[in-house]
């Protein structure tokens, strides 16, 4: 931990709380869609930290954070460093200078082993290549990003990322004295990973589970059944804490994510109800569904009402005329 003198004298040390409307968590919160219990989602969003700066925060893992906060990042992206003396990065973040001077001045008279990506958004692989210049390490992921064009309502996405390995789920890494166990979990995006740690019984968990909010799922690379099949994923797994790349660590994990696809499933049966009713078009759902949200945060909405309808076509509960697109018309079936 960061001595509270230093705290005192560098006058930098933020403590941020959650903003109310944010993108990479569209809030689908009770306070915005009206509909849904009050205190669905048990949120953690409360974080002590200094940027640039590299804090131990288990015995295994150092945090530096970007600064890069925005509404789909929070306060930014967190660098995780793994382990001590031969070490791995995951997550190097965005295309910042210092941000890549932070973390080579973090692991100074180290040896990086390995550059691992959760997914290849422009807030998470691209400072990869800076990194690897600088330590020659090799990058770890997926693969390179996958799907469609969509429109940006997110951080966009790092085309130009090519992992030199490329991991599959159940894929494991090992160094000095840490092991991670790749987990696919797409739905975020396709090509998305969380990483558990072995010895910490602790899970990386990316973009796909977040304590500060809930995670965008914009088609046509994001895609809600394979998100809420991934949420399934996890519950099954016995990690006692997360650490996402946005925002504090998450307790009792295998309980949040409960609530998330909870959360999840009730938004696509008001979805379907309101289809059933007659609302056909997405800006009318969104209308409904989405009362007192930030107009800003509306296109966001749109994707993820759209991601919610393409997983009820999919399913046969929904219809519309050819491929569901956001200006579709939608019917129940
Ligand atoms: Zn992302």
Known sequence: MIPIARRRSTGRRRRLRGRAASLEGIPLHPTHAGRAKSGDIPYVRELDFTYGEAAQVSPLIRRVIAPNASVFTFHGTGTYIVGRGHVAIIDAGPDLAGHVDALLAAVRGETVTHLIVTHTHIDH???????????????YGFGPHGGGEGPAVEEGADRDFMPDHRLDDGAVIAGAGWTLEAVHTPGHTSNHLCFALREEGALFSGDHVMGWSTTVVSPPDGDMGAYMVSLEKLTARAEGTYWPT???????????VGKLLGHRRRRESEVLACVADGTETIPELVEKLYVGLDRRLHPAAARTVLAHLIHLVGSGRAACDGTPAEDSRYRAT
Not at 246 to 256: A, D
């Open 246 to 256: 946005h925002g504090p660590p998450i307790p009792r994990p295998r309980r949040f």
């Open 125 to 139: 692989s691209p400072a990869t290549r800076h990194v690897k210049a600088a330590t020659g390490a090799e990058s």
